[in-house]
């Protein structure tokens, strides 16, 4: 009869994720799970995610789920507590699960008599952290599903994020000062990955910072970017650095050129904080042709990053830093090949000095950039890597704020070439 299930069909050989045996079986039932999660979560009070997420993968037959947010300073996975849900802090550098965050790719390792896997959530291409859980073995139907059902849930910790600091509390280790979380409430999501263009950018000290800051977006067939370095320290440093991202919007919004970005937002600086200034590097990369066009106010001279060696700095003079500026602000161009990156970073990278008087310097700089380019690793971790390779050469010294942003062009847009696929795992023992 229409509907009657077989004796065959009730036999039908399982995967890992139960009833899971083919295409159309798999189907169904990523979109009962899928379903049922957005379904709840829609109106689920954001400490309840956690636990919703563990009962749903426990219905389809998953064991040992677990839910890891990066931490501020991107050293370690914290996970999100509640029923159902593994609770163990892992190290990013030395884990499974760190290693599926620092790759963008799904992790697969032996789990006693099962499989665990490790897969990184990804909000668009912001790394939010891992999803992890066992199964008693799986094939490219479950590996689909999981990593379909990774970016839900990053999906769902980005959304409820808006409206809650329990996420928050869980990626922060330790007291925040009040200049630091007005900082990192201006911040944009620190990396963005698109098939012609990556970027990212980090802060340092995470709970100190107070003054630098960086902006990007990505409209059309042109990246926007900017990094900021506000006069002084702490909070009012950190208030310059905010009005000034906010008139570098404003502007950005209403299409101003580069000349006119910078000419609004030394006004700005001028009328608003009168007798200071904000150094700035501004940008906007064609990504049709992979010409970017730059302003230098007041920042060092930013690196480009060809087969892994620095090659050059960017030419051309500086524009005086905002609120200072007289004249018109000097625009410049440089010409990208496909693969080239571009190190725009504050003063306070190269202008620590150590116990001796010896400042840490560009030369050290450039060494480390190569050192880390070299391992062919995607931007995000690129900038991850370098920026505790950094602290650690300045031996944990940071008397002053201190970002980095990265820009790679890949190639040029493939509007035409809208594909989907599948992640390829990277099996372990």
């Not at 009657?4 to 994720?17: C, S, V």
């Not at 952290?129 to 769902?156: C, I, K, M, P, Y």
């Not at 970005?261 to 009328?271: I, Q, W």
């Amino acid at each position: 009869m229409p509907g009657e299930q077989t004796p065959e069909a009730e036999q039908a050989p399982t995967i890992g994720f139960r009833d899971g045996s083919s295409d159309v079986r798999e189907q169904s039932l990523g979109e009962r799970v899928m379903g049922s999660l957005l379904d709840r979560a829609h109106l689920i009070p954001p400490r309840l995610v956690g636990p919703l997420v563990a009962q749903e993968l426990a219905a389809i037959g998953c064991r040992r789920v677990a839910i890891h947010l990066q931490d501020v300073e991107q050293q370690s996975l914290r996970p999100l507590r509640g029923e159902g849900l593994e609770a163990e802090v892992l190290p990013t550098d030395e884990s499974a699960a760190g290693r599926a965050f620092a790759t963008d790719r799904l992790v697969e390792v032996e789990d006693g008599d099962g499989v665990r896997l490790h897969l990184p959530m990804l909000d668009g291409s912001d790394r939010v952290g891992v999803l992890s859980f066992t199964l008693d073995r799986l094939n490219e139907h479950d590996r689909r599903l999981a990593q379909r059902l990774a970016g839900l849930v990053a999906d769902l910790v980005v959304t409820k994020s808006a409206y809650t600091d329990t996420f928050t509390r869980v990626r922060t280790t330790k007291p925040m000062s009040l200049a630091a979380h007005l900082q990192w409430n201006t911040l944009p999501p620190l990396s963005m990955t698109t098939p012609e263009v990556e970027l990212a950018g980090i802060l340092e000290p995470a709970y100190e910072v107070g003054g630098d800051c960086f902006d990007f977006a990505y409209d059309e067939h042109v990246l926007h970017l900017a990094v900021f370095d506000a006069m002084g320290h702490g909070l009012e440093a950190a208030t310059m650095s905010t009005v000034v991202v906010a008139a570098y919007r404003h502007g950005r919004h209403a299409d101003a050129d580069l000349g006119r970005l910078c000419r609004d937002m030394d006004e700005v600086m001028a009328t608003a904080f009168p007798g200071r200034f904000a150094t700035a590097h501004l940008g906007r990369l064609d990504t049709t042709t992979g010409v970017l066009s730059y302003i230098n106010a007041g920042h060092p001279a930013a690196l480009l990053v060809r087969d892994a060696r620095v090659i050059e700095e960017l030419p051309g003079p500086t524009t005086r830093p905002l609120g200072l500026g007289e004249g018109e602000p000097d625009v410049r161009t440089v010409q990208l090949e496909p693969g080239d990156r571009v190190l725009f970073f504050t003063d306070g990278v190269v202008e620590e000095r150590f116990d001796d008087g010896e400042q840490f310097g560009e030369e050290r700089l450039r060494e480390l950039i190569e050192q880390t380019t070299a391992e062919q690793l995607k931007v995000a971790e690129t900038v991850r890597r370098l920026s505790h390779a950094l602290m650690a050469a300045r031996r944990g010294r940071t008397t002053d704020d201190a970002s980095l942003l990265v820009v790679e062009w890949k190639q040029p847009p493939h509007d035409d070439e809208l594909s989907p696929s599948i992640p390829e795992a990277t099996p372990t023992g």
